[in-house]
């Protein structure tokens, strides 16, 4: 299984930036898809996550109204948009997935991309 995360790059505050995550190796429809982000010196932290079919998203608290989780079954790819983005966004984002249902704990989560980095400027 393999989990490519890529879109990161270097933006300005209130600027935008749109995540994707190519998964292989799987039956990616199966799969319940979350992202998380992990800053320097902090835990890592549930961003979203979305159902196989897509039909639900959940979001954390942090990102709620500005971020948005999305996939496309027929490309094996989740998609995180990112808009209004602040210097505390920073972060290497991660895309990960679990079987049937998604979760917002990263220990329920079984394959892991390898991450991509974000940075907001002030």
């Known amino acids: 299984v393999q989990l490519q995360a890529s879109g990161g790059g270097l933006v300005q505050a209130g600027g935008s930036l749109r995540l994707s995550c190519a998964a292989s190796g799987l039956t990616f429809s199966s799969y319940g898809m979350g992202w998380f982000r992990q800053a320097p010196g902090k835990e890592r932290e549930f961003v979203a996550s979305?159902?196989?079919?897509?039909?639900?998203?959940y979001y954390g608290d942090s990102v709620k109204g500005r971020f948005t989780i999305s996939r496309n079954n027929a490309k094996n790819t989740v998609y995180l948009e990112m808009n209004t983005l602040k210097p505390e966004d920073t972060a290497v984002y991660y895309c990960?997935?679990?079987?049937?249902?998604?979760?917002?704990?990263?220990?329920?989560?079984?394959?892991w991309g390898q991450g991509t980095l974000v940075t907001v400027s002030s």
């Open positions: 990960a997935a679990r079987y049937r249902v998604p979760a917002t704990s990263d220990d329920d989560y079984d394959y």
């Open positions: 979305i159902s196989m079919s897509g039909l639900n998203t």
